[in-house]
């Protein structure tokens, strides 16, 4: 275990050396979440911070059909060669070729690239390791998607961003096994900066609020293991999407967060389709444990952004340390009370059911005591503020 080290060259000079020539480079950041990763479906509010580890991809034309990828990270590389046929047909089985050739589609789908496009190289070379918590594949995804974009002239624009990672964020939910925080691709292609971002899923909106470390802490992320993809959580998210999903269907609104006494209300509609023999419903204690958290998840999410806002550094704390409601979802509790235990003044999970990580808020006094101690069991990364995605000249 260690202290992790970024690599002295750049990703986009790295992009740039093995790149088999011409096309457009892009970076994006890397991404760490405050609170709130679970309540996007639900309307609610989550924020999420970029961090100074980027990935940069550079992407050009080939004469054939062939969409060639080679992506290389603190402790991975991968290559593959694929077609948009295969993916029509459903014949990729390489995870990571299969989620990047299904970014390409929706791309094309969506009018970004044109529908005359073929193959493509693609390189990747990234500096956020894979299980930190860090949003390692999302980076990657924003990247590709900006220089694959980089002629396009409303680039730069917040309406074009947004539009981008929409794509993005739906390409990796058709495409991909692993579940997806949409808030992730939003931060990476329009945040930055040096604060965090807050989006509310009931209006869309993107808004700023003031970096944590502004109260004396630096930030790390702890896991026990780098290089794989937590997945473990991938069904029960599935699930819990699928049925707060029907439910906005069932009650006619874009979001539970509209409905009025929505608990309540949603537990009578899952009694009444058990009552006449609906197999498919959820227990009802189950669906009210599901509302329940999103609600009360929000409210976090909420009071953390006016913590945030208001310089009061012991709400903050206060908040990221409190347990959230009841949930299906496993979460590394041990590391947690650990780093707490160690001198971190707030601590939690760093994407619960999309990661096994945690993030650690360490006094700057005490930082270098702290990962001294915890780099002996856990592979520690520190994360400081990054700057969006952008095309690189």
């Not at 976090?300 to 550094?313: N, V």
């Amino acid at each position: 275990m260690a202290v992790f080290q970024t690599p002295k060259k750049s990703p986009v000079e790295r992009a740039r050396a093995a790149h088999p020539g011409g096309g457009h480079v892009a970076s994006a950041p890397g991404t760490w979440v405050l609170i709130g990763e679970n309540v996007d479906h639900f309307g609610g509010v989550t924020l999420v911070g970029t961090a100074s580890l980027r990935v940069a991809a550079a992407a050009s034309p080939r004469d054939d059909d062939t969409i060639a990828i080679a992506a290389s990270s603190p402790h991975n590389r991968v290559t593959s060669e694929t077609t948009l046929t295969q993916l029509h047909d459903d014949d990729i089985t390489d995870p990571l070729a299969r989620r990047w050739t299904g970014l390409v589609q929706t791309l094309i789908q969506r009018q970004v690239l044109s529908r005359d496009t073929a193959g493509l190289n693609i390189t990747v070379e990234s500096d956020v390791p894979l299980g930190a918590g860090l949003g390692a594949m999302y980076a990657a995804d924003a990247a590709i998607a900006l220089a694959l974009a980089g002629g396009h002239d409303d680039i730069d624009t917040a309406p074009f961003r947004t539009r981008l990672a929409e794509v993005c964020s739906h390409a990796v939910a058709t495409y991909s096994s692993l579940a997806v925080v949409r808030a992730r691709h939003s931060v990476a292609l329009r945040g930055g900066g040096d604060g965090v971002s807050v989006i509310d899923y009931a209006d869309g909106s993107l808004t700023q609020a003031p970096h944590p470390a502004r109260h004396g802490v630096r930030i790390f992320s702890l896991v026990a293991e780098l290089g794989t993809p937590y997945s473990k959580e991938n069904q029960a998210i599935a699930e819990h999407r699928a049925f707060i999903d029907a439910a906005c269907a069932n009650f006619g609104v874009e979001s539970l967060r509209q409905l009025p006494d929505a608990v309540s209300r949603v537990v009578q509609w899952v009694e009444a389709r058990r009552s006449v023999g609906d197999e498919t419903a959820p227990d009802p204690d189950t669906a009210r444990r599901w509302v329940h958290f999103c609600e009360s998840e929000t409210l976090r999410s909420l009071a953390a952004a006016k913590a945030l806002r208001s310089r009061r550094a012991n709400d903050l704390f206060t908040l990221l340390n409190s347990p959230s409601e009841p949930h299906n979802l496993a979460t590394p509790e041990a590391v947690v009370a650990l780093a707490r235990e160690r001198g971190a003044v707030a601590a939690r999970p760093a994407a619960t059911g999309t990661s096994n990580a945690v993030i650690a808020f360490v006094p700057v006094q005490e930082a270098d005591t702290f990962t001294a101690a915890m780099d002996k069991d856990f592979e520690v990364v520190e994360v400081t503020p990054g700057e969006v995605a952008r095309l690189e000249a």
